[in-house]
C-alpha cells in the first residue's frame, strides 16, 4: 500500500479523520480534504487540503491521480418535509451526492490508466432504510448506493471496486448536533433521544466508535479486495436484522 495514494473527504473529524489515520498507517499517502482548516491541522502524516466540497466549480482543483478515493464528507438536516429549507435540501444533494460523482468521475481515468483503483463512499444505514424528518440525507445516502454500484459495474474491467459502508449512528460532531436538533423536534431530553429515537431500532446499545468504520475501510481498500464490488456493507448494530 505504500505506494497508493488516496483522497479522503470530511477528514477533518469522526469518520473522515478515523480513515485518514487508519489509510495512512497502511502506508498510504492520504490527501485529507475538508473546509475545517483547524480540524485538519490536527491530522499528523498525511497532506492536507482545505475546500469547500459542495462547491463544485472548485472540485477540479483537487487532486485527481489517486488510486484511492473515500467519500465521506456529509451534514445533517432535521425537519420534516412540509417545513424543510428548499435551499438546504438543495446544499445537502450537493454536497453528498453530486460531489461524490465529479470527485469519482475525475479521479476514474488515472485508476483506469493504472489498471487498479477503489472507491469507498461512506453511506449511512440510511443509505437502506429511511428515518422520518431526514429526507435530503436519506435521498442522498439512496442515491449514493447507486452511483456506488454503476460504478462497479463500469470499473471491474479496470480493476476498479467500488463500494458503500453503512454505519449505524456513530460518536462524531454530526451526531451529536443531531442530538440537540433532535430533542427540540421531539420534545425530549438529548439523553431520551439517544436512548428512545437514535438507538431504538439497534439490538447493540451504543454509538459506533469512527475507528471501527475506518477499520472496513481499509479492508476494502487493501489487497483482499479485489472481488469485492457493489456491494453495501452494514455496521448497524442490528437495524436491519428486523
Known amino acids: 500500500m505504500e505506494t497508493r495514494r488516496a483522497l479522503v473527504t470530511g477528514a477533518a473529524s469522526g469518520i473522515g479523520a478515523a480513515c485518514a489515520r487508519r489509510l495512512a498507517a497502511d502506508g498510504v499517502h492520504v490527501i ?5 482548516a483547524a480540524g485538519l491541522e490536527a491530522l499528523d502524516g498525511v497532506e492536507t487540503v482545505v475546500a469547500d466540497l459542495a462547491d463544485l466549480e472548485r472540485l477540479p482543483d483537487l487532486p485527481t491521480d489517486v488510486d484511492i478515493l473515500v467519500n465521506n464528507a456529509g451534514v445533517q438536516q432535521v425537519a420534516p418535509v412540509e417545513q424543510f429549507p428548499p435551499e438546504r435540501f438543495s446544499y445537502i444533494l450537493r454536497l453528498m451526492l453530486e460531489s461524490p460523482f465529479r470527485l469519482i468521475r475525475q479521479t476514474l481515468p488515472h485508476m483506469y490508466g493504472a489498471g487498479w483503483g477503489r472507491v469507498v463512499n461512506i453511506s449511512s444505514v440510511h443509505g437502506l432504510r429511511a428515518s422520518p424528518f431526514k429526507a ?39 451526531v451529536t448536533a443531531q442530538l440537540a436538533d433532535q430533542a427540540a423536534t421531539h420534545g425530549l431530553s438529548e439523553a431520551e433521544v439517544l436512548d428512545k429515537v437514535l438507538l431504538e431500532p439497534v439490538a447493540v446499545k451504543r454509538l459506533i466508535e469512527p475507528a471501527e468504520v475506518a477499520e472496513l475501510v481499509a479492508l476494502l481498500c487493501g489487497p483482499a479486495s479485489a472481488s469485492i464490488t457493489g456491494s453495501s456493507f452494514v455496521l448497524d448494530g442490528g437495524w436491519t436484522a428486523h
Open 32 to 36: 485529507a480534504v475538508d473546509y475545517d
Open 136 to 174: 435530503a440525507y436519506v435521498a442522498a445516502k439512496h442515491g449514493l448506493e447507486g452511483l456506488s454500484k454503476v460504478v462497479a459495474l463500469e470499473g471491474a474491467a479496470h480493476g476498479v471496486t467500488s463500494n458503500c459502508v453503512n454505519p449505524a449512528y456513530v460518536r462524531t460532531p454530526l
